[in-house]
T-cell receptor, first 112, second 115 residues
């Protein structure tokens, strides 16, 4: 399984852009990159997924460079309600189909 | 409403007393999975199921059993719970195939305490 590494925590102020970079050096050709958000005492919630280049939805953007060994989740103009843990996952579409590794995630704290 | 439900939401039990945590989804998902979450360790996968009667081990299967007799249900069974199984448990489900597999839908969680 592709191991991911992301910062343990990040602090931000309201209105700023938050960028969380995830390293996944041994990502395989067909693997996808996904990100989840988790609030305390709730189940994780899917945010975004991508394979290469850039993906944007109403919540976030995901930037993936050409070598795909890392990815960056960008949260534009964060608010207090964006305080959560963010998980980067590499989803394998061939080997180890079914196994998902979430890791420890990045705690993002947004303050006024 | 499309959702994953878990029961019970909270459970306090004693060592060795068999228990079952139920998980049910109403989205006709093929894939279902169980995770446990402990402070500082993130979510760790216990078991997963690709479809009815098809289950496989995740990263931390010891001490747990699962079954998938129906598509919508995926119960987690602790035959002889021990204090190190005190944790927050999440069930998740998704479609298989293509990018749909990447979007897991999670239940609200079950907080289990084993004394």
């Amino acid at each position: 399984l592709a191991k991911t590494t992301q910062p343990i925590s990040m602090d931000s102020y309201e209105g700023q852009e938050v960028n969380i970079t995830c390293s996944h050096n041994n990502i395989a050709t067909n693997d996808y990159i996904t990100w989840y958000q988790q609030f305390p005492s709730q189940g994780p919630r899917f945010i975004i997924q991508g394979y290469k280049t850039k993906v944007t939805n109403e919540v976030a953007s995901l930037f993936i460079p050409a070598d795909r060994k890392s990815s960056t989740l960008s949260l534009p103009r964060v608010s207090l309600s964006d305080t959560a843990v963010y998980y980067c996952l590499v989803v394998m579409t061939t080997d180890s189909w079914g196994k998902l590794q979430f890791g420890a995630g990045t705690q993002v704290v947004v303050t006024p | 409403e499309a959702q994953v439900t878990q029961n019970p939401r909270y459970l306090i039990t004693v060592t060795g007393k068999k228990l079952t945590v139920t998980c049910s989804q109403n989205m006709n998902h093929e894939y279902m999975s169980w995770y446990r979450q402990d402070p500082g360790l993130g979510l760790r996968q216990i078991y997963y199921s690709m479809n009815v009667e098809v289950t496989d081990k995740g990263d931390v299967p010891e001490g747990y059993k699962v079954s998938r007799k129906e598509k919508r249900n995926f119960p987690l069974i602790l035959e002889s719970p021990s204090p190190n199984q005190t944790s927050l448990y999440f069930c998740a489900s998704s479609f298989l195939g293509g990018e749909s597999y990447n979007e897991q839908f999670f239940g609200p969680g079950t907080r289990l305490t084993v004394l």
